[in-house]
């Protein structure tokens, strides 16, 4: 017995049985065998990795790319929207200028207040689509429901205001009840 079974720095023949030293034969070969096999194992171990590597840094790539295109079409978006605000923004403020101007003020008043109900306006919508396909229009379903809120009052008043403004009304209130 040489004494290599025992030695530590040779880790492999530290778990070769002691009977083959005794009997004066060397390592089998399926120790030897069980190191190239480990050794094939770390390699595929290895190429694995480097794999996984290769496609996790791809898949950043395009994670990235992704993202910065992401962000341009939002950007895009924002500067197109923000664009669209400031001419209704300054639409918006013109005519409000030209109301200003206006004698009436009723008139723009009237021009805030929506003269045609949201009901009306959809049932129209829906009868020229429906004339569209071809199909009958059903008068019937264009009538106002019974929970709608009868805003004509409140429109007579505004239009009969518009084209006659509220001083000349008051004055002509005014004479009747003096006489």
Not at 9 to 27: E, I, Q, R
Not at 149 to 154: A, E, F, G, H, P
């Amino acid at each position: 017995m040489d004494g290599a079974a025992f030695d530590q720095s040779n880790a492999a023949l530290a778990y070769v049985p002691l009977f083959y030293f005794m009997l004066g034969s060397s390592v089998p070969t399926s120790f030897s065998m069980g190191r190239e096999f480990h050794a094939e194992y770390e390699r595929k171990i290895a190429e694995t990795a480097l794999e996984h590597e290769k496609v996790g840094e791809e898949n950043r790539e395009k994670a990235l790319a992704a993202m910065e295109q992401f962000k341009t079409e939002r950007q895009r978006l924002r500067d197109s929207k923000v664009l669209a605000n400031r001419t209704q923004e300054q639409a918006t403020v013109e005519k409000l200028t030209a109301d200003l101007t206006n004698e009436n003020p009723w008139e723009r008043v009237v021009s805030l207040v929506e003269l045609e109900s949201q009901k009306s306006k959809t049932a129209k919508r829906l009868a020229v689509e429906a004339k569209a396909r071809g199909e009958a229009v059903d008068n019937n379903k264009a009538a106002a429901d019974a929970d709608e809120v009868d805003l004509t009052r409140m429109k007579q008043l505004f239009l009969q205001l518009k084209a006659e403004p509220l001083d000349l009304t008051r004055a002509q209130a005014n004479g009747i009840a003096s006489h």
